[in-house]
T-cell receptor, first 122, second 110 residues
Framework: EVQLVESGGGLVQPGGSLRLSCAAS????????MNWVRHAPGKGLQWVSY????????YYADSVKGRFTISRDNAKNSLYLQMNSLRAEDTAVYYC???????????????WGQGTLFTVSS | QSVLTQPPSASGTPGQRLTISCSGS????????VNWYQQFPGTAPKLLIY???QRPSGVPDRFSGSKSGTSASLAISGLQSEDEADYYC???????????FGGGTKLTVL
């Protein structure tokens, strides 16, 4: 059974830092690209970042570029998101999401973690 | 403001057929496939439709998807009370080099 378990949420002051982790199990982690997607209170889903299976290709949403860093440790089946210079608008539930490949150049998010909430507030 | 445009709300009665639209541009829906996600309050989103019109195992065939040009639609036939949820469309955006979502549509079954 595929499982994605996030951890690291909590309360952080504006300008602070936080590191989210995601422990993956039930599949060959090193074969899949991974993403972080967030859901702010009262708003819609927002994609945050992507990392390829090898870790060599990385993308960020413009809203977090230069402040967030995605990484992975395939030996530990783990995904990370280092978040710096945090702002109130970063407050959200953060989901660890597996990306699967369909036929041709098609991709989709097939498994989501339960999410971890962190709040940026003074 | 979301890159993909969805109606914020939709409603229908049990048994009815309903569609939710998702409008994009040439760099997202126009160039890539569309996926749909269903989210109940307080829970993680779930993949509902992938690659425009494919249903994952376990998703009822009452749910179907389609895409034409820079727009996509999710159709739900035989509406049931348990379909009350938020629905999001998503696609890769070639110009942004990232995934973009619609703002979400809150479905109410009257």
């Amino acid at each position: 059974e595929v499982q994605l378990v996030e951890s690291g949420g909590g309360l952080v002051q504006p300008g602070g830092s936080l590191r989210l982790s995601c422990a993956a199990s039930g599949f060959t982690f090193s074969n899949y690209g991974m993403n972080w997607v967030r859901h702010a209170p009262g708003k819609g889903l927002q994609w945050v970042s992507y990392i390829s299976d090898s870790g060599h290709t990385i993308y960020y949403a413009d809203s977090v570029k230069g402040r967030f860093t995605i990484s992975r440790d395939n030996a530990k089946n783990s995904l990370y998101l280092q978040m710096n210079s945090l702002r109130a608008e970063d407050t959200a539930v953060y989901y660890c999401v597996r990306e699967s490949k369909g036929g041709g150049y098609t991709y989709y998010f097939d498994y989501w973690g339960q999410g971890t909430l962190f709040t940026v507030s003074s | 403001q979301s890159v993909l445009t969805q109606p914020p709300s939709a409603s229908g009665t049990p048994g009815q057929r309903l569609t939710i639209s998702c409008s994009g541009s040439s760099s997202d829906i126009g160039s890539n496939t569309v996926n749909w996600y269903q989210q109940f309050p307080g829970t993680a989103p779930k993949l509902l439709i992938y690659t425009n019109n494919q249903r994952p195992s376990g998703v009822p065939d009452r749910f179907s998807g389609s895409k034409s040009g820079t727009s996509a639609s999710l159709a739900i036939s035989g509406l049931q009370s348990e379909d009350e949820a938020d629905y999001y469309c998503a696609a890769w955006d070639d110009s942004l080099d990232g995934w973009v979502f619609g703002g979400g549509t809150k479905l109410t079954v009257l």
